[in-house]
């Protein structure tokens, strides 16, 4: 049975672990130490098997605009599942435990940048965030609106933390 519970400050090594063996490479870790160094984390979320932590989801703050109005928004990233337990669900119910999070923090907004075939079934809108000026703005620049007074939005911008720039 999977367990989605807030990390706990023990859990980072195992949380390092699975970032390490989903992505191949520490860019995903090292986001996660800067962000946590630099007090940008909303939410840490892990998926836990047998006392084991397998997924990991991170939302951060971020500050963003809709028309001229400042708006509650965060960032979903990374997200992370080992390999051997990919493709079972357990990155989906991240992805859904991270947002029912967010709705809880009041947010209007969570943006991320991730595979439109993926993201989009958890409504994801890459037309939605174009609106929205950043860095990171593409093909796979995506936001869920919660907030659907948002959806009239005709300019904005979005800005992640710091710790996002820094990995370049």
């Not at 174009?130 to 907030?147: C, H, K, N, T």
Request: glycine share 12%; aromatic share 8%; with cysteine.
């Amino acid at each position: 049975m999977t367990i989605y519970r807030p990390a706990r400050i023990d859990d980072a090594l195992e949380i390092a672990k699975v970032h390490r063996a989903a992505f191949g490479g520490e860019d995903e870790v090292k986001l996660v130490g800067m962000l946590e160094a630099c007090g940008d984390v909303a939410a840490s979320i892990v998926a836990e098997e047998d006392n084991r932590v397998v997924g990991h989801v991170m939302l951060s703050r971020m500050e963003a605009e809709a028309d001229g109005t400042t708006i509650e928004a965060l960032a979903l990233a990374p997200v992370a599942v080992l390999p051997e337990r990919q493709g079972v669900g357990i990155g989906g119910a991240l992805v859904r435990t991270a947002e029912a999070t967010a709705r809880q923090l009041g947010c209007q907004a969570i943006f991320l940048l991730g595979e439109p075939g993926y993201y989009g079934r958890f409504d994801y809108d890459v037309g939605a965030a174009r609106p929205f000026e950043s860095p990171y703005a593409g093909d796979y620049w995506q936001v869920l609106l919660i907030d659907g007074g948002l959806r009239e939005t005709r300019a904005g911008k979005a800005k992640h933390a710091r710790a996002f720039a820094a990995l370049g």
